[in-house]
């Protein structure tokens, strides 16, 4: 099977774009999701049980053993699929997309879904496979109702889910494509043989205190005589290229390999970094739970937490295996003891960072997200770390990644030793805080390495570590989640009980922040203060620890929903744009804002995208920007905004959504919007507005000791 641009325009499957240089032909396109893409007729992609994917020039004939292909070819035998790449992108490894042949769809209830089926209708959906000549594979793991359809060959899914989104019976059907997401760590140089994000004595470029997590009361006892927080009984799982099973810092148990699980092919299932590439998850692992006390290089934010590695960024993967990854072992396996499940699973990578480019994860691991959210750990939730990405520095928005925008992760982006926001890290009102990260400018995170020519610290480095089996070569938002990763370990520590809301919360009144006198800063109806790069601020884990050991559980959760069709043309380089109204007339206690967005634009740059409360908070949803590119940038097709800003704030009253044209030139038409807001129950939860008045409540720190602190670094325990 040889794909062929003229034979996808044949079928109705490709369209040319909108826009093309001057005397430059146009490359025919086909349009998946918010995303273009280019065909490569002369690549095809094999999947293999044990190497994964392997991408080459289409074979011309002859057999070949799908074991014995060398690198860069693929055998002639097998099943051959799909190879693209985004349009207007240089073609690599992350913009390359795989078409797996499956097709995601999940059945309206009159196809026999009953109310609160979570299996799906075997029956009914064996009815639309054999009506559409597909294969039914079942349900999907951990992302039920969904369920799997294939075609053969592969090739076939991309006209065939057009017709299955005709289907009366359908309510949903996605490509399942399989894509390499970008690892989100950034190399650095300065040498400092400590780990200054645990605790750092050198007061903030504003001589304000020290920027560290204040991890070492967390790590000493909350009060007098109490026992020490150290992630003793969670387990934490590390999404990421595998963990190097070997390393001394994982030694003694701490890593549990039979809880392990490897997506990328090799000969290890317990998902432990395999190949010479595979060297971010060690880093990453080192970050969140190294051991301590070892006499050994470094100590993680949670050094007693037990690590599980699940490896599935070596490689490209797929929806259906995100959505296995989401949800593994959010509860216990059948007949395994209680403790057989992961508490908290850090993600430090994502799509690949550019300027807006909308991108996240497809309907199955968004299904997983949130039913791991709300089953898992026995209906409290398994708690998401994301990094939030390193396109700062062009401009990118976390709410053009539907990863960090999810709900149901917490969102973090990364500040430096002095107390600065990276210029790499990205904002965003999905953002929820920042923890420590390396910079042009300031320290360098230290961290455990792969040893040898496998790690950031081979023998021929120079400017690094002497023991290769550590670096300070790491950074980026990749170094920054897992330390939060870790701080959420020590608060399920502190309160088992915690739900994954408890969590973000507790997160987002405890935070500090940094150069508070920044005008950025800026306060929501009931006093909980955001800024557009650090979230609600610098996470401290003594303030985090003493506010779960005392909390008691939000209440259960509502989902409130309301939705305009009203169309209309936007403005062109106006601020007053186009306005419309949500009404909710319930008193509900806001957590997350989402909204759901269709409009008609050639270049959505030009759109500036707000939203305000009730209570007057105003939370930019999407600034405009410049893309040096239009490839790509056109329209907004239900994408999903998430903000933070109106946490605890009333919903009652009416929301005002605003879609504004601020740049002249082209123009566009608002389609549609959905506001869903998620809440809890009306009575307020309690309100912190200070970690040093937590610490004082417990009698630790003084006003005195925390005034001197800012000159001194002293007072820590």
Known sequence: MKLSAAGLLAAGLLALPGRAEPGQPRSPTVQVGAEEWVPAPDEAAVRHALRGWRVGPVPLAGPAAAADF??????ATGVLHPVFYLAGSAPSVLTRRLVTGQISVRLRRGAGEAPGDRSGTAEATALVALDHGLADEGVAEGAAPWRLLRADPPARALAVVAALRMDPRVAEAELVVARQMARRALPNDPLLPYQWHLKNILPAADEGPPVDLAIEMAWGGLVAGAPGLRGAGVRLGILDDGIDAGHPEFAGGRLDGPAGRNWNGGAAANGSAQGPGDTHGTAVAGLAGATADNGLGVAGVAPEA????LRLTAGPHDDAQEAQAFSHLANPRTGAVPLDLLHVKNASWGPPDGVFRLAGPGPLARQALASAARDGRGGRGTVFVWAVGNGGGLNEDANADGYASNPHVIAVGAIDSSGRVPGYSEGGACLAVVAPSAAEDGLPMVTADRPGRAGFNPPTAGSDLSDEAYTNGFGGTSAAAPQVAGVCALMLQANPALGWRDVKEILLRSARRVQPDAEEWFANAVGLRFHPRQGAGLVDAAAATVIAAGWSPLGPPVELRAATTQAAAIPDDQEAGVARSFVFNQRRRVEHALLRLSVSHPYRGDLKITLTSPGGTTSMLAPSYFAASPAGQAHYDQWVFSSLHF???????????????????????????????????????????????????????????????????????
């Open 647 to 717: 946490w605890g704030e009333n919903a009652l009253g009416s929301w005002t959504l605003r879609v504004a044209d601020v740049l002249k030139e082209e123009t566009g038409r608002f389609l549609s919007a959905e506001l869903t807001l998620l809440a809890g129950p009306a009575p307020p939860a309690p309100v912190f507005t200070s970690p040093a008045s937590l610490t004082v409540a417990v009698g630790r720190i003084s006003e005195s000791c925390k005034i001197s602190s800012k000159r001194s670094g002293g007072c820590r325990f």
């Open 70 to 75: 060398p690198p860069g070819r693929i055998p």
């Open 306 to 309: 037990r690590l599980i590695s």
